[in-house]
């Protein structure tokens, strides 16, 4: 073994050391990512995904090679580890790699776009912040249009910093909008009572809002 001196780069990840803290990226490997895709026209996209966009497995055509659609994907699931506002976009994409048509690449190439116009977005990690641990979660009700099952979605903040984020479609379809949110509610607060316990075994102190 060998000191490697400071961490600034690991497994795609970029590491900046600031004042002020931690900045995690992945510019280069996303940069790698769109060139994979050959995507060479330069037109951008502010979102990463069309609002209210429902896909399903009957619109479009089926492609002749989807292999290039999955190995995408397979990328852009690992660029979510430091870019949570892929990860809803991603689990959209990620439900069709064994059936996938033309309207689930169009997609995913508007996911490139906007990764192209914002590859050098991150997470900071301060080092000022408090020790504050809070969550946020909400769902919606019956939108995958497929099986009518609702989406779970969440994200955990140490103080300012984002530290945990989760996109995932329920496991049940629920009857009223109620019972997603109450789903949704019991996913995030098993998630940060494992945080919680990681938290004091580390001999943090500080408080935890549900």
């Known amino acids: 073994m060998k000191d490697l001196g400071p961490l600034q780069y690991f497994l795609g990840i970029e590491v900046a050391s600031f004042p002020k803290g931690y900045f995690l990226s992945q510019a280069k490997y996303a940069n790698e990512v769109i060139h994979h895709a050959r995507l060479t ?37 690992y660029l979510t580890v430091t870019r949570p506002d892929l990860a809803y976009a991603v ?12 309207t689930h690449w169009a997609t995913l190439l508007r996911i490139l776009r906007y990764l192209r116009s914002t590859i050098f977005q991150g997470l900071l990690f301060s080092s000022t912040s408090s020790l504050d641990l809070v969550a946020y979660a909400d769902a919606d009700w019956a939108g995958d249009v497929n099986d009518r099952k609702s989406t779970s979605g969440f994200c955990m903040f140490l103080g300012d910093s984002l530290i945990f984020w989760k996109s995932k479609k329920q496991t049940v379809v629920v009857r009223s909008t109620a019972e997603a ?11 940060i009572v494992w945080l919680r316990i990681s938290y004091l075994r580390l001999g943090i102190s500080g408080t935890l809002y549900k």
């Open 91 to 102: 689990h959209v994409i990620s439900q069709f790699v064994s059936a996938t048509r033309s």
């Open 41 to 77: 026209n330069t037109k951008l996209s502010d979102t990463p995904i069309e609002l209210n966009v429902k896909l399903n497995t009957t619109d479009g055509v089926p492609l002749d090679d989807p292999t290039l659609y999955c190995e995408l994907v397979g990328c852009l699931v």
């Open 181 to 191: 949110e109450y789903r949704v509610m019991a996913h995030a607060t098993v998630e």
